[in-house]
């Protein structure tokens, strides 16, 4: 993990190891406040230096910054640490949102976009819809927007 990180431009320092750790230990795009959660299981770490943390790393192509339904941005692992680009399955409802097994049939977008004549430098695939979990607690059969929440969101932005 150090060595990556090293290779793509960015000193390994504790923080930005455990940011890492963090990314690479899940399987879904997660929002910054529940990264910054993780984190701070591990190490003290402020805000502010988690979202310099995470812009550097989408920068250094280290991590993926997914735009969604709400406004907080997902964060998951980028070409360099999962080695192939994944789609995404969003739910509307809990703000979910799974990272797809590399490879899967609708990655073949990922071929389109270099037969094209150009330099493709990102392709983002992302399903939206309404998880198992959120299907079942809305009761099966019921298909109305009585009861529905919006997504959890992270209320962090923007306060430094
Ligand atoms: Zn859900
Ligand atoms: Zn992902």
Do not use: W
């Not at 270099?114 to 019921?142: F, K, T, W, Y």
């Amino acid at each position: 993990m150090a060595r990556l990180l090293a290779e793509a431009g960015a000193e390994p320092t504790p923080v930005r190891l455990a940011v890492a750790r963090v990314l690479a230990g899940g399987d879904r795009a997660m929002p910054a406040a529940d990264i910054l959660a993780r984190v701070r299981e591990a190490m003290p770490v402020n805000k502010v230096t988690l979202y310099r943390i995470l812009d550097l790393f989408v920068r250094q192509g280290l991590a993926n910054r997914h735009s969604s339904g709400d406004r907080a941005f997902r964060y998951c692992l980028g070409p360099r640490l999962s080695g192939r680009a994944h789609g995404h399955a969003y739910c509307l409802r809990c703000g979910r949102m799974e990272c797809l097994p590399a490879g899967s049939d609708l990655l073949d977008v990922v071929a389109v976009g270099r037969s094209l004549d150009m330099d493709v430098l990102g392709v983002e695939v992302r399903i939206d819809g309404v998880c198992a979990s959120c299907r079942q607690a809305a009761g099966e059969g019921r298909s109305g927007p009585a009861g529905s929440q919006g997504p959890a969101v992270d209320g962090g932005r923007g306060k430094n």
